[in-house]
Nanobody, 129 residues
Framework: QVQLVESVGGLVQAGDFLRLSCAQS????????LGWFRQAPVKEREFVAA????????EKADSVKDRFTISRSNAKNTVYLQMNSLKLEDTAVYYC??????????????????????WGQGTQVTVSS
């Protein structure tokens, strides 16, 4: 069983930065493609960023492409989301996710919620003006 635990988010001002982390336990972290999603009130959960299991390929949503960075440390079993120049519209609950299948595919990322098998509990990020 895989468990994902996100760091505490927080309340920040527009223009600030914040780094989220997500620690995995239970299965082989280095075999998992990973992703970050977010969900604002009354909205669908949406893709934010993803990284392949070998760390060589990443993808980000257009809305965050120039501001957010996803990375991973297989030594620490942790995936990170560095968020810079935060905007009011970045306010949401952020979730990390792990894909626990097709381990032989190491250089691909996934952007849909149904492509992931395990989810963290979510962490609130609120951006104020």
């Amino acid at each position: 069983q895989v468990q994902l635990v996100e760091s505490v988010g927080g309340l920040v001002q527009a223009g600030d930065f914040l780094r989220l982390s997500c620690a995995q336990s239970g299965r082989t972290f280095s075999s998992h493609a990973l992703g970050w999603f977010r969900q604002a009130p009354v909205k669908e959960r949406e893709f934010v960023a993803a990284i392949s299991s070998n760390g060589g390929k990443t993808e980000k949503a257009d809305s965050v492409k120039d501001r957010f960075t996803i990375s991973r440390s297989n030594a620490k079993n942790t995936v990170y989301l560095q968020m810079n120049s935060l905007k009011l519209e970045d306010t949401a609950v952020y979730y990390c996710a792990a894909r626990d299948r097709e381990w032989y595919i190491t250089s691909y990322y996934y952007t849909r919620t149904d492509e992931y098998d395990y989810w963290g509990q979510g962490t609130q990020v609120t951006v104020s003006s």
